[in-house]
């Protein structure tokens, strides 16, 4: 029997801040697929299902064109996203995506990220050392997790870190809480025209870095200056919500914090279960470009279909006892970088940041505890990124 049409449900549990709201794991298991009411009025989709998220996204007949997307937040009703610049290929399609992704696939290897590890370790064990001379309590955002990825993303891009003011704060209004379409175009202009300053520089003098490489081919400024400004932002808030919420996470299962302090071998799938768990980017969505069947369902052309990927990452058919963090499953498959051709493309320097920066953290501060009672812990709502603005921990 089909559904009938829900809104999009954005409350979480209060008390619970690193479940997805309620009736989106309730709507995964019994309705993978379910028609959605958009506040403006389109009638689209509502994926809740794993199977179903990753069919939407591995299909090229669906589009992450964000003009062509309805928005099932209230607060942005009507509003459209402008098409996305030259060289801004996350909000593209084959084939222009996929000319721009080639040209960075070889820049975000494995293999480079690995060689990226020292590094890491040495930012973090700087920023603990600092953390250890002041003293608790700190906001661990603030002195942990935001200054590791800024700093790598920096180095790997050729980026100077001093010049952290002028970025930070537009690469989090892109992403942050409320931002409507024209408030992340006007950050993305601010965010592209920083980074065309240092791509005239590194024309007339190259260093050692993603952007210089990127200045050798035939890309015009106006791509370059895109690229790099998605590159900026992407990494930014998104590893520094995973190390502060993930902290977070882990304080709240003491078990779990004990046993990633211990077992080494666990690192590894610990930070891929904290991926699967908190799944910090809980909703995307895509548009189709013709009639889909999907699921039994006829999604008509034109259709947004909105995806949770928060209820796709608890869905009980792929991962049994969803709701539980337990590092020691193999969570392998989940869906917190995404899937399909825009798979997050830093996902391997995610992975370092947070394989180093987590146990760093635990084995510096055993006795790690947040400063406030875990109701106080203020979480980005109605964010494209879940976490916490501030995370105050002591020792
Ligand atoms: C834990 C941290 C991160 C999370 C949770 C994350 C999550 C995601 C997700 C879900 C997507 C897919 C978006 C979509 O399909 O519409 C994505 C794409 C992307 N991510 Fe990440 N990301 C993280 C870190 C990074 C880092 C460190 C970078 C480094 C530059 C990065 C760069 C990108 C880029 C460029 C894309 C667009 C790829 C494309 O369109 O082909 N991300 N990310």
Not at 11 to 31: K, M
């Amino acid at each position: 029997m089909a559904e009938s049409a829900v809104e999009l449900p954005t409350e979480r549990t209060p008390g619970r801040p690193f479940d997805p709201p309620a009736e989106l794991s309730d709507l995964s298991g019994r309705a993978p697929l379910t028609p959605l009411h958009f506040p403006d009025g389109h009638e689209g989709w509502l994926a809740t299902g794993y199977t179903a998220v990753r069919r939407v996204l591995a299909d090229p007949r669906f589009s992450n064109r964000g003009e062509l997307q309805h928005s099932p937040f209230p607060e942005h009703a009507g509003m459209t996203a402008p098409p996305a610049q030259p060289g801004d290929f996350l909000k593209m399609d084959p084939p222009e995506h996929t000319r721009y992704r080639k040209l960075l696939a070889g820049k975000f290897t494995t293999r480079r990220m690995a060689q990226l590890t020292e590094q890491v370790d040495l930012i973090a064990a700087e920023h603990l050392d600092a953390m250890q001379r002041h003293g608790g309590p700190v906001d661990l955002v603030a002195a942990y997790a935001l200054p590791i990825p800024a700093m790598v993303i920096c180095e790997l891009l050729g980026v100077p870190y001093a010049d952290r003011e002028r970025f930070q704060a537009d690469a989090a209004q892109l992403l942050g809480p409320n931002t409507t379409p024209a408030g992340k175009y006007k950050a993305f202009e601010a965010l592209s025209a920083y980074v065309r300053g240092l791509i005239t520089a590194k024309r007339a003098d190259p260093t050692d870095d993603v952007l210089s490489e990127l200045t050798a081919g035939d890309l015009t400024v106006d791509e370059l200056a895109a690229m790099g400004g998605l590159l900026l932002a992407a990494g930014l808030d998104t590893t520094a919500n995973m190390i502060a919420l993930g902290t977070f996470a882990l304080l709240r299962h003491p078990d779990q914090w004990a046993a990633l302090r211990t077992d080494p071998h666990l690192v590894g799938p610990a930070v891929e279960e904290l991926m699967r768990y908190l799944t910090i980017v809980p909703t995307l969505a895509r548009v189709a470009l013709e009639d889909v069947e999907l699921d039994g369902h006829l999604v008509k052309a034109g259709s947004t279909v909105v995806l949770a990927m928060a209820a796709a990452n608890r869905d009980a058919t792929k991962f049994p006892d969803p709701h539980t963090l337990d590092l020691r499953r193999d969570p392998a498959g989940h869906v917190g970088f995404g899937h399909g051709p825009h798979l997050c493309l830093g996902q391997q320097l995610a992975r370092v940041e947070m394989r180093v920066a987590l146990p760093a953290l635990a084995a510096r501060f055993p006795g790690l505890r947040l400063a406030v009672p875990a109701d106080d812990v203020v979480l980005r709502e109605g964010a494209d990124i879940h976490g916490v603005t501030t995370l105050p921990v002591t020792w």
